[in-house]
């Protein structure tokens, strides 16, 4: 087994290294300034204007106002949040319409909600990953109450058009939510021009750590708080702010705004040169969903004659981190929901990887995985044939 110094990270949307400054920036917190935000003293004053100041980043990036920004513990509690607020705010709509490869955040929810009465409308999805625009409008009716679909697919990285949708459900009278989990950081965002009214985003995802999340809420949405107690988050988020947390996350925020660049350029240049060397040295190899409009890190590569978990295992072995999919179903058996509501089959679906890559990553990791890579693909099939 290689030890951290050898490993190739190439799973940026399952988690994120923490940046060094990151990590300089929350330490203080951690440390030294320990005061509860409500606390009317210096030392509280302290923490709550840190908040305040890694709200006014986090807005930054997105493009919004400071106030329209709630901090959760994740992605996944945003979501929720923002969906059962959404059902609370018409009893004669009750209806919700979402695609078939969200993440398990939305996906398991919405099942929930489905055995509890409520009808969800279920999009399906082509080929490339994308959905119908003129089935969405049609899905859309006087009882719909929220669209939540995904803005970035975390398996795929394809990109939905988000504007355009969030433009369909606003003229059809409802509330649009986004996942916007893996697009933060990756593409411009400016929620100022867009007609959404939640937005969920997850810390760790933009190289903070995890435990910390945003629900981005407009402020002329209707909101009901998912988590009741205290009045934290002008009332719309009880329980005190992990305070240290949401610093990190601000200033992930900022280093985000700053590296959109180079997230489009040097990034997206190792994701195609990663990918146009696999499928040039290993026969069969295929890329899964649109390859124009999706993330600029992200890759999804079908490996004909092998599974996925056989691959993996020797991957780590040679020191090389990437998925079979979401990190939140790795460990279940069925193959991929998102590869499947594609139209693929399952021999596909279990032949395939996940590359994400990210700031941290080089060219010359890039050149070392398309040595190793092959030579694991051929070794799986030569045991399978």
Not at 15 to 29: A, S
Not at 101 to 113: D, Q
Not at 240 to 251: F, Y
Not at 308 to 325: F, N, T, V
Request: charge should be neutral; include cysteine; glycine fraction near 8%.
């Amino acid at each position: 087994m290689s030890d951290s110094s050898d490993i190739l990270y190439f799973d940026n949307n399952a988690t994120t290294q923490v940046d060094p400054l990151v990590v300089e920036e929350m330490l203080p917190f951690l440390r030294d300034h320990y005061g509860n935000p409500s606390s009317a003293y210096r030392i509280g004053r302290t923490t709550r204007d840190a908040i305040e100041k890694a709200r006014a980043r986090v807005a930054g990036l997105l493009g919004c106002e400071a106030s329209e920004i709630q901090f959760t513990s994740c992605g996944t509690e945003s979501t929720n949040a923002a969906i059962h607020s959404a059902l609370r705010m018409d009893r004669d709509r009750q209806h919700i319409v979402t695609t078939r490869v969200e993440h398990s955040a939305t996906l398991k929810t919405c099942e929930g909600l489905a055995k509890r009465g409520h009808a969800v409308t279920w999009l399906g999805v082509n080929a490339d990953g994308q959905i119908n625009l003129a089935e969405l409008e049609s899905a859309i009716t006087d009882e719909t109450a929220l669209v939540s679909i995904m803005w970035a697919n975390n398996e795929t990285g394809v990109l939905f058009p988000v504007e355009e949708i969030a433009r369909i459900v606003r003229e059809k009278g409802a509330v649009f939510h986004t996942d916007a989990v893996q697009t933060i950081g990756k593409v411009p965002v400016n929620l100022s021009a867009m007609p959404v009214n939640f937005l969920s985003l997850s810390g760790h995802k933009l190289h903070a750590p995890k435990g910390v999340g945003v629900l981005y809420l407009n402020r002329k949405t209707k909101f009901t708080p998912f988590v009741t107690g205290g009045g934290q988050e002008t009332s719309r988020r009880a329980g005190t702010e992990n305070v240290a947390h949401i610093v990190a996350l601000g200033k992930a925020c900022e280093l985000a705004a700053q590296g959109i660049a180079h997230e489009a350029t040097e990034v997206r240049a190792m994701r195609d040169t990663f990918e146009a060397g696999i499928l040039a040295s290993i026969p069969g190899a295929q890329v899964n969903g649109d390859r124009v409009n999706r993330l600029p890190n992200t890759t999804s590569l079908a490996f004909s004659g092998v599974e996925s978990e056989a691959l993996l295992m020797l991957l780590d072995q040679r020191g090389i981190c990437c998925s079979a999919g979401s990190a939140c179903t790795t460990g279940q058996h069925e193959p991929s929901h998102v590869l499947r509501a594609m139209g693929y089959d399952d021999t596909r679906a279990r032949g395939t990887l996940r590359f994400s890559f990210g700031r941290f990553n080089t060219p010359a990791q890039i050149a070392r995985a398309l040595e190793i890579v092959p030579q694991v693909v051929e070794k799986v099939r030569r045991v399978n044939a």
